[in-house]
């Protein structure tokens, strides 16, 4: 089927408003503030550069785990817990526990014996696991990053896992996508019970006596310094914001966050109940989207922003089939994309084969 293509370009027009100061922080060595909904930084200091990451490495193991095997399982936990030592949820060797709330003490309580028992029930091994966090991280683009183990712990020769802030903002707004994920990393508090204890774990997250932290994950080793991932809901705006080594990391998430609430804004783009392309004469203005589309930008941003449309013109389409994309811009930088799906008149679908042919030759 030959395919014609329309290429409509809108651009959305706002007011302009002065620039306003840029965040400044004195403790962190690398750090970044991302908006999660595009990928876009908004405020960075040597995000690119590849640290030891500590705990924070646990984000990737809860990510494949919650992705690869039913949380419901029962572990029974074998002497694999013997490789892991510092902190700790002190599970014991024949215990049985099921996935999830193994994965609640890795996050909520960072233990490295859950760390390393999850590996091993949910890749056969510590070392497919570990091949499984590498493999996902080239899949996100994380270029500066190299797992060796699913925990964070280092040695004194430095053998971890390493990563950037930027890379850890990507993998962390992939994993907030999950429901399971964002549900486990924003826990206060979690009661579990096994066959051998009851265990009362506690967020060591102190953000989240914030309400506009929505989860994230602390670490620490000596090699690494402190490290620490927190996501956020402000005003609309979802962001990610990643520290490494920094000595003074919790005040340096709240500053970010400030920086965020007064310089940005979200503005919603694009309205899924009022959605038109101006110029589609093909489809008969029943395109939709399936949800609002909202963008973090400065207020003397908004004049730069545009639309981009690309639809595939479909000889014979489907009720609700995906028919192009609506890109925006700022400036020549793309920010999102959204499919477009388009609704079939009932009309049409009673049209003959000639007044089909007519109507294609006429568009």
Known sequence: MKKKYIFIIISIIFMLYPIKVEASTNTASSYVLMDMNTGRILSSKNESSS???ASISKIMTC???IENKNLNDIVIV???INQAHGSGIYIEVGEEITLRDLLYGLMLRSGNDAAVMIAKYVGGSIQNFVTMMNQKAQELGMKNTTFNNPSGLDDENNEGNYSSCYDMALLTSYAMQNE????????????????????SWTNKNKLLAYDYITGGKTGYTKNAGRTLVSTANIDNM?????????????NTHQELYTYAKENYASYKVL???NYQVFGDTYYQNNLYIKKDVYVTLKENETGNLISHVKLTKLKNYQDNEEVGVNEIYLDDK????TKIYVHK???QEKKSFWEIIISWFKS
């Open 51 to 53: 640290h030891l990451i």
């Open 63 to 65: 990510i494949i785990a």
């Open 78 to 80: 074998d002497e694999t």
């Open 180 to 199: 399971e994920y964002k549900t486990i990393t924003k826990t206060k508090k979690h009661i579990v019970k096994t066959n051998k204890k009851t265990y």
């Open 238 to 250: 979802d962001l990610v914001v990643v520290t490494i080594r920094d000595s003074d990391d919790w």
């Open 271 to 273: 309205n899924k109940d």
């Open 334 to 337: 793309l920010l999102t994309t």
């Open 345 to 347: 008149q009932k009309e």
